[in-house]
């Protein structure tokens, strides 16, 4: 075992150890230089010695038992006080300024309460010792007793003076680091179905912030019973996928991060102010039971995709650091959980949200298009004039070609948006789509508006699209004859206005407006009013524009 195994996060055997090299050397210093009468100078050895023995003990237990180090340590904070006040009175003169190493051992109660405990701990702690200087310095005065008052009140500034800059430092105290676990949507791991590589990781991430030898992270879904049972141990993983009732109870004392001996019936915690207690341990461990662990830290992990718990054993030297730590990291690994979970849902919606621009692309261009072509090809049968029949053939041919052409261009755009133009005139585009659409369903599309509308060829190809499906409708739904279209700019935004002489629909409700046309004006923000009657039907659409003409 290396130092900062050791020593790193174990705040409990750092404070012992400190302890008992300030007691030894108080202790040598007495010796070596005797600079109280000797009634009192026995009477500071033997406060020494006990003071020493005690320390040796505490140290003993820190490094054997964190519960009992915790239960302790209010006593020994309590001693470290005591001691402090009777060392210093009772082993010095009136002439004798330098020996007592006081300023130390008040710092060791200081630290002591700030690591431990927290800047408010220690700032109690220092200003009792230091008010309980000043009252013995008081009453040793008042009775007469041998005392330098120019002395007392400079050590009584002093410990002032360090009272505020230790509880400085404990305010400004930060929690210690862990590496952050951050798989970023570029990497591998977020391109998981389920999920596994990442809690392997997780696993691994735990045992290696902690030290610990031996980890296992049990996992539920939140869309599924299973419980996914991840276990390295020995330099070997496994893994097990166990009903919902295999481990009964596998998430009991889930809510709080804990260091915990089942054997003994000890946990220690820490509550809402972040204080640790070490108390019973009450409730059972039945995943820490089914794995055979009886001593170590669970934290536990409550994330949008679902639940679970870690559970690290055979740690070297746990201590109430542990729980703090355990805290971090526990927050850290539930946030990655989470970062995982919004990058599939993202992912989701992005692809959701492709797929139903293709569908909407298909329906209104290539779907209504063969429509428009089967249309005009019933009509032929009904056509007795051969060279009218020919001319009616070479219509449909080029008609298919135009749409065989929009559709390469959309094929080409999904394999390369970039290649979209940025700018495009949009009247010249509409009265194009308006060609195209006429020929397919064989009645006539007029177009009008002001020209030098400019806006980007992706918004462009939407009012386009939208243009065939409306079209479409007039044709096949309302037996339409003719289409006029008129495009203006009004006040900040921009309308088109689409009417037919159809036979119009009955309309009842939002729901009862063409979907495909109703979802490409709320993606772009905009809003459709319908309006239809046996006289035909009127659309007037109101889209948004930026103050430079482009569409937001």
């Avoid at 220690?122 to 200087?133: D, E, Q, Y």
């Avoid at 296992?216 to 390295?232: F, G, K, M, R, T």
């Avoid at 915690?269 to 669970?298: K, S, Y």
């Avoid at 948006?417 to 509409?430: A, E, G, I, R, V």
Wanted: net charge negative; aromatic share 6%.
């Amino acid at each position: 075992m290396n130092l900062r195994a050791a020593f790193e996060n174990r705040s409990g055997r750092v404070i012992a150890l400190f302890r008992v090299i300030l007691v030894g050397v108080f202790l040598i210093a007495v010796l070596v230089e005797p600079v109280a009468a000797a009634t009192d100078l026995d009477r500071g050895k033997a406060l020494l010695f006990g003071y020493l023995a005690v320390s040796l003990l505490a140290a003993v237990v820190a490094w054997r038992s964190w519960w009992y180090d915790q239960r302790i340590a209010p006593g020994l904070l309590a001693l470290d006080v005591t001691a402090f006040i009777a060392a210093v009175y009772v082993t010095e003169t009136g002439n004798a300024d330098f020996t007592s190493p006081f300023l130390a051992l008040f710092a060791l109660a200081i630290l002591s309460a700030t690591l431990r405990w927290d800047w408010r701990v220690a700032s109690v702690t220092g200003v009792f010792a230091t008010v309980l200087f000043v009252v013995v310095g008081l009453v040793i005065w008042s009775l007469g007793l041998p005392i330098d008052v120019y002395r007392f009140g400079r050590r009584s500034l002093y410990m002032l003076a360090l009272l505020i800059v230790l509880v400085w430092f404990g305010v400004q105290r930060r929690d210690p680091h862990v590496t952050r676990l951050d798989p970023g949507p570029d990497d591998p791991m977020a391109q998981t179905d389920d999920g596994t590589d990442l809690r392997w990781r997780a696993l691994e991430h735990a045992m290696t912030v902690t030290g610990a030898r031996r980890g296992v992270l049990a996992w539920s879904d939140a869309e599924e019973p299973w419980l996914n049972l991840h276990q390295i141990g020995n330099g070997q993983r496994r893994l097990e996928r166990l009903g919902p009732d295999a481990v009964v109870g596998w998430d009991e004392g889930g809510d709080e991060v804990r260091l915990f001996d089942s054997l003994r019936g000890r946990k220690l915690v820490r509550d809402a102010d972040n204080l640790p207690h070490a108390r019973t341990l009450r409730t059972p461990m039945p995943l820490a039971a089914h794995c055979g662990i009886t001593e170590g830290l669970t934290l536990p992990l409550r994330c949008v995709s679902g639940s679970g718990i870690i559970v690290l054993a055979e740690l070297t030297g746990p201590g109430p650091d542990f729980v703090t730590l355990g805290a971090i990291l526990n927050r850290e690994i539930s946030s990655a959980f989470d970062r995982i979970a919004v990058i599939e849902f993202e992912r989701e919606a992005l692809l959701s949200r492709t797929r139903a621009a293709i569908a909407r692309d298909l329906h209104d261009s290539v779907a209504q298009s063969l429509a428009g072509a089967c249309f005009r090809l019933e009509a032929l049968r009904r056509m007795q004039d051969p060279r009218a029949l020919d001319g009616e053939l070479v219509t449909v041919r080029d008609a298919l070609r135009r749409e065989q052409e929009h559709v390469r261009t959309l094929i080409d755009a999904l394999r390369s948006p970039t290649s979209t133009p940025d700018d495009q005139d949009l009247l010249h585009d509409l009265r194009a789509t308006a060609d195209d659409a006429a020929m397919h369903w064989n009645l006539t599309v007029t177009v009008t508006g002001a020209p030098a509308t400019t806006v980007p060829g992706w918004y462009s190809h939407e009012l386009q699209q939208l243009l065939r499906e409306a079209v479409a409708n007039a044709a096949r739904h309302g037996g339409a004859r003719e289409v006029t279209v008129a495009l203006q700019r009004r006040g900040p935004g921009l309308v088109l206005d689409i009417a037919d002489d159809g036979a119009g629909f009955e309309l009842t409700g939002a729901d009862q407006q063409p979907w495909s046309i109703r979802e490409r004006v709320a993606t772009l923000g905009g809003q459709l009013a319908v309006d239809s009657s046996p006289r035909g039907t009127h659309l007037a659409i109101l889209l948004p524009l930026g103050a430079d003409g482009v569409a937001r």
